[in-house]
């Protein structure tokens, strides 16, 4: 910044220098008649145009540095924070204004970085002018010193407009390209139950709203690039007439004039940059409300240690010696004041809310009357939401968090797939899985007909989401995954909602095989996996209403009985 800063300084300082070597060659050589003099001033002026373009040069290289430079440290502080803050984003921010504040709000904020040294060189030659025209006539110098400012003061009212209704558009925008993520995210969903229409009829209604405030941004704008071009050039007129008529009358001479006009023609440029300074200051200041809202956002207080040394160092902010700021463990109502170890095995999980208990080794299948209520418990068994909670009798808030990251695993039925091939993308979570697990986890999930119908079978690439597989073999895809992580306790959200019934069986059959002596937990309403399970507790409101094998509860829970049958008389019937 110091060094653009004086790059700019020296650039607008230098424009006034050749308006001064004109009138020198206008008055010591044309109007003297002397040629030696006139060769001279002449090669000054090409020895000052050389040196302004070199400055130029400069300068711009210095503030695009400066400018990308805070891009990338903006984009790392927000993907850092993003991060920490982890599962409870998608339920705080919308992923259309992630996007948003990631490729329009950064750039915008960066953009502001630039005008500094511009910014500082137009004050500096500002001053310059200003004195360097006193020698010439006070008056012209006064003239400069009270137009400038109201110049900027004539454009300031814009600006303050351009700034309220900037904020209303970013504030629009980033809902409809919310809005717009959501629709393409479940364009299937919307398909299949003839709603499709119905909300590009609306997206088009939004859009068209935003349209109408786009063109009012774009009409303040519009005003402002006319008066930051039409206002210094009227102001220039009015002081060239002023000093042609000084120049009439005697007061000053032809070249003084000359001079006149390239200093106030100078001070068009400085002039410029400040009013356009304002304007990216508006723009700025609009982007980094939407940068530091999301940067505010905290993770839930799950309790316990959250930071390890190495969680802090990985914090640590590009170009700063200062980690980024932590948030702050608050440990959970009874839990211990610091951590605790986790259990040295295998042990039972524990969710007061619900009342339920996992048994350590076991299959134990929810079925939840509210998919909400899984979702929910599958949070707190997991540890990604506010929960008492215990695990081997211990807090599981208490439990450092990298220790249940290791050993224990929620796995949804719509987890993220990252680009790359079908290899990697199974040994995302164990890059040492070889080849005979890879093919242990196809099978139980079973997915073997997923890497036979690719070309190039486990090395095909896979773009990001997996786009090209259908839903039923992501899914497949996402359960092999989570499968070949081995965890000691696995959580499945709904893991067969997407595949059909001869598959759900077999993926029911050999997932008990593979999960064998390991904690399972599948949160689902399935009867095929209902069946297979070694505990089933029913769901409702939040809490357990009873326990038992699938088989027990259909005989006597009236309510499971509809929740499994899924609505159908028929079926209810016959699992009666």
């Given amino acids: 910044m110091l060094r653009g800063s004086l790059f700019g300084t020296a650039w607008m300082t230098g424009l006034a220098v050749r308006p001064y070597l004109i009138s020198r060659a206008v008055d010591d050589g044309l109007r003297a008649g002397d040629n030696r003099a006139l060769a001279l001033w002449v090669a000054a002026i090409v020895v000052a145009g050389v040196g302004l373009s070199w400055l130029g040069i400069m300068r711009h290289r210095t503030m695009t540095f400066i400018r990308e430079d805070a891009k990338a440290r903006s984009a790392a502080v927000v993907l850092r924070r993003l991060s920490r803050v982890g599962a409870v984003l998608p339920r705080r921010a919308a992923a259309g204004e992630v996007a948003t504040v990631g490729g329009t709000d950064i750039d915008r904020a960066a953009q502001v970085m630039t005008v500094t040294g511009p910014g500082i060189g137009a004050v500096v030659a500002y001053l310059v002018v200003a004195v360097v025209l006193w020698s010439i006539s006070p008056l012209l110098a006064l003239c400069v010193l009270v137009g400038v400012p109201s110049v900027v003061l004539v454009v300031a009212p814009l600006l303050r407009r351009l700034e309220r209704a900037e904020s209303v558009y970013r504030q629009q925008q980033g809902e409809l390209t919310a809005r717009s993520g959501d629709i393409v995210a479940g364009l299937r969903v919307l398909a299949g139950v003839g709603g499709r229409g119905l909300f590009a009829r609306r997206y088009a209604a939004r859009s068209r709203d935003l349209l109408v405030e786009g063109y009012r941004v774009g009409s303040v704008n519009s005003w402002i690039d006319a008066a930051t071009v039409a206002v210094p050039g009227l102001f220039l007129a009015a002081v060239v007439w002023l000093s042609a008529r000084m ?330």
């Fill in 247 to 576: 120049a009439v009358t005697g007061d000053i001479s032809v070249g003084e004039l000359v001079a006149v006009y390239g200093y106030v023609a100078t001070l068009v440029v400085p002039v410029w940059f400040l009013l356009e300074g304002g304007h990216q200051l508006i723009r700025g200041r609009v982007a980094a409300r939407r940068i530091v809202a999301l940067l505010a956002v905290e993770p839930d207080n799950v309790g316990g240690p959250r930071d390890t040394p190495a969680r802090a160092r990985a914090a640590t902010v590009p170009g700063s010696r200062q980690p980024a700021r932590p948030a702050t463990p608050v440990a959970a109502p009874g839990d211990p004041a610091g951590p605790v170890p986790a259990p040295g095995g295998p042990a039972d999980l524990y969710d007061r809310s619900s009342g339920l208990t996992v048994r350590a080794g076991r299959l134990t299948a929810v079925a939840a009357a509210d998919p909400a209520d899984a979702l929910a418990l599958a949070d707190r068994l997991g540890r990604y939401a506010v929960s008492d909670a215990t695990w081997g009798g211990v807090p599981l808030t208490a439990v450092e968090l990298d220790q249940v990251r290791a050993r224990i695993l929620v796995a949804d039925h719509d987890a993220y797939l990252f680009a790359g091939t079908l290899r990697e993308v199974l040994r995302g979570a164990r890059p040492d899985g070889d080849r005979e697990r890879i093919t242990s986890a196809l099978h139980a999930a079973s997915a073997e007909d997923v890497v036979d119908a690719l070309p190039d079978g486990l090395d095909t690439p896979l773009d990001t989401r997996a786009r090209s597989l259908s839903g039923g073999q992501r899914q497949r895809v996402r359960l092999a995954r989570a499968l070949l992580a081995e965890p000691e306790v696995l959580i499945l959200v709904e893991p067969t909602s997407a595949v059909d019934a001869h598959t759900e069986a077999r993926i029911a059959e050999r997932l008990r095989r593979a999960r064998a002596g390991r904690t399972t937990v599948v949160l689902t309403t399935s009867p095929l996996l209902l069946g297979r399970a070694d505990e089933v507790a029913h769901l409702v409101a939040g809490r357990v209403a009873a326990t038992g094998s699938h088989a027990d509860l259909l005989d006597r829970d009236p309510g499971y009985r509809r929740l499994v049958a899924r609505g159908d008389a028929d079926a209810e019937q016959a699992l009666r």
